[in-house]
Each structure stands twice: as structure tokens, then as C-alpha cells.
């Protein structure tokens, strides 16, 4: 059935103002939308409402004139562990078959089939815990394409998949969807633009700005895109042009002998890595090849074989870093501790500068990200892209030595993905150096001082970008 909505008004309760004011959408059965806007635009707020997950499963308060939606939805969300109910990879999907009535004989044919759909090689009874981000990922849009629901609702199903996996992953489902009607919310736009009927622009304040078929909303409302800091497939025309990075002599961080297993395999042999001041390093690989993990090695945060140096010092334990060098996770969730957004960053900073100039730098790092018209909101509370950037400005607050990102512009659009890159390239030209895992071509062949790449358990290097 189609879905309609009309004079939608939504105001989340600690709030100052509406999300949503007056609202009009209508998506026909069987259309295909994409839906675009910056970040905190409210764009995952609305396919909640689309999909009747707010209010009757988010409980927040909305009213419209008229409200009709899907009878039945499938779902694939930004952080797939908010979805998963189940510890195995085969009881998860079985799960979802179970709530369709399909017979046992049949569940591990149709397992298979789900699973070889969107490319995720491992062993049904495999603990989901136990796999990376983007593997996740894939379990997630399994178990979707597993309900045969009428009406499917995409929240950034790509984002920690790399760009194989990501094309792959959109071609599949454009083949499957058939007449079913499909809502997709997507930065990642390259693979998907051309196979939407219709793309919904949504402005800064919520509202729907315009809406058109992709070819006449690439054509007509290029300058609007722009603005308002949407992805769409010429964005990087618009990419900062940086100066070449130079590292110094200095090494910071050094392994030896590394060697990571998960669960009885081995995953990483690595016999050296060097790590020096001032470098900007990309680390990349399919999904699964173990970047995360390494990554949380050299953190010292799970157990591996070999030694860590840390400026000449072999590392024991996490806590010998002692702020030089600092990490920001793929879910930023795990590392917020206080109950304000301006909170989080000035308990860093606070720790480094008298209290009148902490409180400078902290206005100037959440004007910088974009983050001050939010800054006594919930960490909780705001959109992925902020709080991505939020867990960005924390970890830049205190100045460390290396900092450490796993995805860093996941859930950005244009604009503050290009601010976080400015600042990033400032932070190394000062010293810092940055380790950032990225499944993005662009900021590969454009940025890093050095490329890192694992396959096969075996790390490489690639040089480095182009400017």
C-alpha cells in the first residue's frame, strides 16, 4: 500500500524546538525513494515514523492529519546490533523465519541462500559478537531480505562495508526488490542514485525542500545539494585540495611479531609496522580482514602475540598510553560519559588547560564540527553523523600523539565530511598522527601520507594518496 503522510508534527521532549512542522510525504506502492538531507535533519527520525516504529515502539509524541503506512516493513538500521536478538548467525536468521511460520526442514536451505545473497562466508553457528562491523552488516540486510515484508526501509545499510561489498550489496537488493515499495536513507549514493525512482531532499530544519526523479534533481537542484551538504555523485567535485603531508623522523608506535587470532584462526601475521609522528594513515581491506582488530591490538584493548613499543617503550597494558594516544570507536555510543554534548568535550580539554581557555577551545571545536546549536543535548540524543563528530572533537580536544578512528565519517553528509578532513590534515600538519580505517576511495587516493592494506592476514603497503 502506499504511504501517506500529512501535517506530521514531532517534537522530541527535551527538545527546544519541532522536528518536524506540518510535514506532507506520499510514497506510491511499489516506488522507490531515496531520502537525503544533512545530518540531524531528521531523516532516520522519519523512516521511524514511516515504518510505525514511532510511536509504537520508540515512544515519542507526534500528530497528523492523516497517517497511513506500511502493513508490514523490514528494516535494516545504521548500527546493526540494535536489531539482533539472537547470539548465533543461524538462530538470528532463523528467528526471522520462525515469526514467519517457515517449516525447520527449510530454514538452512533458505540460511544459505540468505547468506551467500549478500556475501557473508561464515559458519552458521558463528557468535555475532565475533564478527566485524560490516560482516554484521550483512547479517543485518540477510535477515530483512529474510521477512519478504512489502515495504523495505534502509537506514545507511552500507556504511560499514567496503566498496565492493557496498556495490555488490546495492545491485542485489535491486534485483530482489521487485514491486515491493522501498525507503532508503543512504551518504553512500554512487551505487544507488541511478536505481531510485525519486529522491526526497530534506533541508537543515526538517522540511522537505524538494523532490524530483535523480537525473532532474542532479540537473535542477545541484545548488541545493550543495548547501545543504548532500552526497549525491558529484560531491567530490567540491573536495578540499590540501597540501602534501611530510612525517617526521620520529617513531611513535612499532610492532613486532604481531600475531592476532579470532577464535581458533589465525587472522593477522604481522612482522613489523612502524608508525611515525606526524602521519596520516589510511588502513584498508575487505570486510573482516581484521582492521578493527589490529587497531584494538596496538590499543592493547585484546590479547595478541608479539610486542608493542610505545616511544621505545614495550606496552603492557592500555593505560601506559595514558592519553597519547586516543581511539574513536565505530559506535561512538561506547565512549560518551557525561550528559551534555558541550560536557563531553570540555571534560577532556579540562584536564589539559585552565578552565577559562578549555571552555574557548571547547566553543571552537563544537562551532568547528557544526555541533553548537546541539551542545545541550543528551550525547544520546542527536543524530549518528554528530555523534560521530562529537566522538571526533573529544578525541582532537586533548591534543594526543595518535589518534585512532574506525570509520570517522560514517554518517557524515558533504559538508561535515569535508570539515572533519580540513581538520584532520591541520592536526597532522601539527604533529598528530592519524590512523583511520576507511571504506572510502575517495579520502584514500586523495589524503593519507601512507596506505596500509590487509588480505589474506598479511598487511602491505599501497604509498600513499594523490595530494
Same mark, same amino acid.
Given at each position: 500500500m502506499a504511504i501517506t503522510v500529512e501535517k506530521?508534527?514531532?517534537?522530541?521532549?527535551?527538545?527546544?524546538?519541532?522536528?518536524?512542522?506540518?510535514?506532507?510525504?506520499?510514497?506510491?506502492?511499489?516506488?522507490?525513494?531515496?531520502?537525503?538531507?544533512?545530518?540531524?535533519?531528521?531523516?532516520?527520525?522519519?523512516?521511524?515514523?514511516?515504518?510505525?516504529?514511532?510511536?509504537?515502539?520508540?515512544?515519542?509524541?507526534?500528530?497528523?492529519?492523516?497517517?497511513?503506512?506500511?502493513?508490514?516493513?523490514?528494516?535494516?538500521?545504521q548500527d546493526p546490533d540494535a536489531q539482533f536478538t539472537m547470539p548465533t548467525v543461524s538462530e538470528e536468521l532463523a528467528f526471522v523465519m520462525e515469526n514467519r511460520q517457515v517449516k525447520v526442514e527449510e530454514m538452512d536451505q533458505q540460511i544459505k541462500e540468505a547468506l551467500d545473497t549478500v556475501g557473508l562466508d561464515v559458519a552458521p553457528d558463528t557468535p555475532i559478537q565475533t564478527l566485524s562491523g560490516g560482516m554484521k552488516q550483512k547479517l543485518a540486510i540477510a535477515g530483512s531480505l529474510l521477512q519478504r515484508a512489502d515495504t523495505l526501509f534502509f537506514d545507511e545499510p552500507t556504511?560499514?562495508?567496503?566498496?565492493?561489498?557496498?556495490?555488490?550489496?546495492?545491485?542485489?537488493?535491486?534485483?530482489?526488490?521487485?514491486?515491493?515499495?522501498?525507503?532508503?536513507?543512504?551518504?553512500?549514493?554512487?551505487?544507488?542514485?541511478?536505481?531510485?525512482?525519486?529522491?526526497?531532499?530534506?533541508?537543515?530544519?526538517?522540511?522537505?525542500n524538494s523532490t524530483a526523479s535523480p537525473d532532474v534533481m542532479l540537473r535542477n537542484h545541484r545548488d541545493a545539494l550543495d548547501a545543504f551538504g548532500?552526497?549525491?555523485?558529484?560531491?567530490?567535485?567540491?573536495?578540499?585540495?590540501?597540501?602534501?603531508?611530510?612525517?617526521?623522523?620520529?617513531?611513535?608506535?612499532?610492532?613486532?611479531?604481531?600475531?592476532?587470532?579470532? !577464535? /581458533?584462526?589465525? &587472522? %593477522?601475521?604481522?612482522?613489523?609496522?612502524? *608508525?611515525?609522528?606526524?602521519?596520516? @594513515?589510511?588502513?584498508? #581491506?575487505?570486510?573482516?580482514? !581484521? /582492521?578493527?582488530? &589490529? %587497531?584494538?591490538?596496538?590499543?592493547?584493548? *585484546?590479547?595478541?602475540?608479539?610486542? @608493542?613499543?610505545?616511544? #621505545?617503550?614495550?606496552?603492557?597494558?592500555?593505560?601506559?598510553?595514558?592519553?597519547?594516544?586516543?581511539?574513536?570507536?565505530?559506535?561512538?555510543?561506547?565512549?560518551?560519559?557525561?550528559?551534555?554534548?558541550?560536557?563531553e568535550v570540555f571534560i577532556n580539554l579540562e584536564l589539559h588547560y585552565d578552565k577559562k581557555e578549555a571552555k574557548q577551545r571547547t566553543e571552537a571545536l563544537l562551532e568547528r564540527l557544526g555541533l553548537e546549536n546541539i551542545q545541550h543535548l543528551h550525547p544520546l540524543e542527536i543524530s549518528t553523523g554528530q555523534k560521530r563528530r562529537l566522538s571526533v572533537a573529544t578525541a582532537s580536544g586533548g591534543i594526543p600523539e595518535i589518534i585512532i578512528l574506525d570509520e570517522p565519517t560514517f554518517g557524515l553528509d558533504q559538508r561535515h565530511a569535508f570539515r572533519l578532513i580540513e581538520m584532520l590534515h591541520d592536526m597532522v600538519q601539527s604533529g598528530t598522527t592519524i590512523i583511520m580505517i576507511t571504506h572510502d576511495e575517495e579520502i584514500k587516493v586523495r589524503y593519507p601520507s601512507r596506505r596500509l592494506h590487509i588480505a589474506g592476514g598479511i598487511l602491505t603497503e599501497r604509498g600513499a594518496g594523490r595530494c
Open positions: 506530521l508534527r514531532l517534537k522530541f521532549p527535551e527538545a527546544e524546538s519541532r522536528l518536524f512542522t506540518d510535514l506532507d510525504l506520499e510514497i506510491a506502492e511499489g516506488e522507490k525513494v531515496l531520502i537525503v538531507g544533512p545530518s540531524g535533519s531528521g531523516k532516520s527520525t522519519l523512516l521511524n515514523v514511516l515504518g510505525g516504529l514511532i510511536p509504537n515502539v520508540i515512544q515519542v509524541p507526534i500528530k497528523a492529519d492523516k497517517l497511513e503506512l506500511a502493513e508490514s516493513g523490514a528494516y535494516v538500521f556504511s560499514m562495508l567496503d566498496d565492493g561489498s557496498a556495490a555488490h550489496l546495492w545491485e542485489t537488493i535491486h534485483k530482489m526488490w521487485g514491486d515491493r515499495t522501498v525507503v532508503i536513507i543512504e551518504h553512500r549514493v554512487e551505487d544507488i542514485w541511478d536505481k531510485v525512482d525519486r529522491v526526497i531532499l530534506m533541508d537543515d530544519a526538517g522540511q522537505i548532500v552526497w549525491h555523485p558529484e560531491s567530490w567535485h567540491n573536495a578540499p585540495m590540501l597540501p602534501d603531508i611530510k612525517a617526521q623522523s620520529e617513531t611513535l608506535l612499532e610492532a613486532r611479531n604481531l600475531k592476532i587470532r579470532r !577464535g /581458533k584462526k589465525q &587472522l %593477522l601475521d604481522i612482522a613489523g609496522l612502524e *608508525i611515525r609522528k606526524g602521519e596520516w @594513515i589510511t588502513l584498508e #581491506g575487505d570486510n573482516g580482514t !581484521g /582492521k578493527t582488530s &589490529l %587497531l584494538l591490538a596496538l590499543m592493547k584493548l *585484546i590479547s595478541s602475540e608479539g610486542d @608493542i613499543y610505545f616511544k #621505545g617503550r614495550r606496552v603492557k597494558r592500555t593505560k601506559q598510553y595514558k592519553g597519547a594516544v586516543y581511539p574513536v570507536f565505530q559506535n561512538p555510543e561506547m565512549q560518551f560519559i557525561t550528559n551534555t554534548v558541550v560536557d
